[in-house]
């Protein structure tokens, strides 16, 4: 064996796999692939949805076998042997399979029971999981009872019981907030950087890419590009921007407005500003939507390489706004949603503690905060699905303690996880949803056909839609809850898992119902987005810690020397303050 081949952990080769959807649509997941990854390195697969990194990586488990091509891991043959395969590899897929009504310990005792780890092994593996992953005090607490990041630690925990050669995460940050993110990969590089395990990885996170050694962009089941992330990067060298609104232009409608423009690959806000990806440098401010614009270039990231990869075209983008049938609200800054000292308990627990907030009319409001900060359960209040302990709480000017179902009428709600009827059609999700929200005859099927045109599901209508693909169950969702035309708008969530181009559309579509005057509140943990909305309230333990524009909020982050503060720094901190001061009331001196 010579040196590069023993330095090579997997190889694939021209790997070709396909699946019939039940309306008989044949879908080439891998076409083609090849690609290498290297021992005791980490290594990235990023692409939109459907792009084929969780086929990838369940081939490579042994899981599957492929079409065409060869795929060899840990120098085997993973078709000739997959058992072998298994037995050198840990596995850890979206939805690990922890077992709920069980403890931390117990968890990690059954895995460890599959997978024939002795008892010598277990006392080293656990003492240094445990050290790993902070859960040494929770080990008799059941994993039901956990937050999601510790889910996501205990999910590894149990994945690394046996001690893997290689490890492949399939999507594991996905719903987890900015701290357990954080606190994740700080265990994934300490595996990498100390321990020389072996890692490959999928991710929607490109700022994840960012932290891998080598990096792999799929899209539609072919190798776009792999290599250095710094390589990816170069490819927007020249054409990447910070554009300033226009004055009295919110950055997120001037996002929207650069991105129909044909030389405009890329627009997200930042900052209060607009960073851009032009596919013609550095003359692209010069005309267009962008004339008389103060631009300014600046150094190229992952995210802005991957997008040239993709280079998605203005033509047709029409699509991604959602005009409702009735005149658009005024903006006359009327206050929607009044919220205030409310509180919910279960039993002796505290979900909701005395927090205090207002909307209005046409606003986008984030509700942010880590797993477990009393979010969903505000939310669940909000649309009246769970009545509040105490507190006052009004919706569109009902009082929603005392008339919840006429409340119902004036909102749209999408849960965190996908809630609709699953063995039903696309079609039949929206006829089922039209009839409970009141919609008969023509104004039915009317409303019906514009959602299915608007969030381009007419080529999926016949199909189940648990077979969507993952962006596609969102635009699902978000059609059902506008049938009806609500004046607010809550979404749980919404953009979890979602892929970058994705959350582009899901945006637009959402910066076009606000102009419409559409209220919307949204949780995320996707802190960047917090820049898309007009204020947000970040949340811990129950408790409002600030609320304020994303420029207040971003006033209270610590940024490393030599760069802008970002969301994420401004929740890290604030977070991290409230724990660490439990008594103050004041934690961002914003609340």
Same mark, same amino acid.
């Given at each position: ?47 939109? @949805? ?156 490109? =700022? ?15 190798? !776009? ?47 209060g500003c607009v960073r851009l990806v032009s596919a013609a440098a550095p003359a692209a401010g010069c005309d267009?939507?962008? +004339? ?11 995210? @802005? ?80 699905? !769970? ?20 409340? +119902? ?33 023509? @104004? ?30 969102? +635009? ?22 979602? =892929?970058? !181009? ?76 409230? +724990? ?12």
């Amino acid at each position: 064996m010579t040196d590069t081949a023993a330095k090579i952990a997997l190889v694939g080769r021209d790997i070709r796999k396909t699946f019939r959807r039940d309306t008989g649509e044949v879908v080439h997941a891998l076409d083609g692939v090849s690609m290498q990854a290297h021992h005791r390195a980490l290594t990235a697969l990023v692409g939109p @949805d459907g792009g084929g990194k969780t086929t990838l990586i369940r081939l490579v488990a042994g899981l599957m076998v492929p079409d065409a091509g060869e795929l060899t891991v840990l120098g085997l043959n993973v078709v000739a042997d997959p058992q072998e395969v298994q037995n050198r590899i840990g596995y850890m897929p979206q939805k690990f399979g922890l077992y709920e009504d069980l403890s931390v310990q117990e968890n990690l005792d059954l895995y460890a029971d599959m997978h024939g780890v002795s008892s010598r092994e277990r006392e080293e593996q656990y003492t240094r999981l445990m050290e790993m992953t902070a859960l040494g005090p929770f080990k008799d607490r059941l994993a039901g009872q956990l937050s999601g990041g510790m889910k996501q630690k205990l999910g590894l925990s149990c994945t690394l019981v046996r001690a893997p050669e290689l490890l492949l995460l399939d999507e594991p940050t996905v719903g987890v907030d900015p701290l357990s993110r954080r606190e994740l990969w700080d265990i994934i590089l300490r595996l990498v950087n100390d321990q020389g395990l072996t890692v490959i990885l999928s991710t929607s996170y490109l =700022d994840e890419a960012e932290r891998c050694g080598h990096v792999v962009v799929l899209r539609s089941g072919k190798v !776009l590009a792999q290599g250095r992330p710094a390589e990816i990067a170069s490819i927007a060298d020249k054409h990447t921007f910070i554009a300033e609104p226009p004055a009295g232009r919110a950055a997120r409608t001037f996002q929207s407005r650069l991105l129909d423009d044909p030389g405009v690959v890329d627009a997200v806000p930042e900052a209060g500003c607009v960073r851009l990806v032009s596919a013609a440098a550095p003359a692209a401010g010069c005309d267009g939507v962008m +004339r008389a614009v103060r631009i300014a270039p600046t150094e190229p990231r992952f995210e @802005d390489g991957f997008m040239m990869l993709l280079k998605r075209p203005a033509a047709g983008r029409e699509s991604t706004f959602v005009t409702l049938a009735e005149e658009p609200r005024e903006h006359d800054g009327e206050v929607v949603v009044e919220v205030h000292d409310l509180v919910r308990n279960f039993g002796s627990f505290i979900a909701v503690d005395h927090i205090s907030f207002e909307v209005r009319r046409g606003e986008v409001f984030g509700l942010l905060g880590p797993n477990g900060a009393g979010k969903t359960t505000t939310f669940r209040m909000l649309c009246g699905l !769970l009545p509040a302990t105490s507190g006052s709480l009004r919706i569109a000017g009902v009082d929603l303690r005392k008339t919840r179902a006429s409340a +119902r009428q004036r909102i749209g709600y999408v849960a965190q996880k996908f809630s609709l009827y699953a063995q039903l059609s696309v079609a039949e999700n929206l006829e089922f949803f039209a009839s409970a929200y009141g919609l008969r005859g023509a @104004d039915k099927r009317d409303r019906i056909e514009s959602a299915l045109q608007r969030f381009e599901l007419d080529r999926f209508a016949h199909l189940p839609s648990g077979q969507l693909p993952g962006g596609y169950k969102q +635009r699902l969702a978000i059609a059902a809850a506008l049938l009806h035309e609500p004046d607010i708008l809550f979404l749980d969530e919404p953009t979890s898992g979602a =892929d970058p !181009l994705a959350r582009r559309e899901f945006w637009r579509r959402i910066t076009a119902l606000a102009e419409q005057g559409v209220t919307v509140i949204i949780t995320t943990h996707f802190m960047e987005e917090a820049e898309y909305c007009d204020r947000v309230v970040i949340m811990d333990s129950g408790r409002v810690l600030a609320q304020g524009t994303p420029a207040e909020i971003r006033n209270y982050a610590h940024a490393e020397e030599g760069r802008m503060p970002t969301m994420d720094d401004a929740f890290i901190a604030i977070v991290e303050s409230a +724990r660490n001061h439990p008594q103050r009331t004041d934690v961002a001196g914003v609340a």
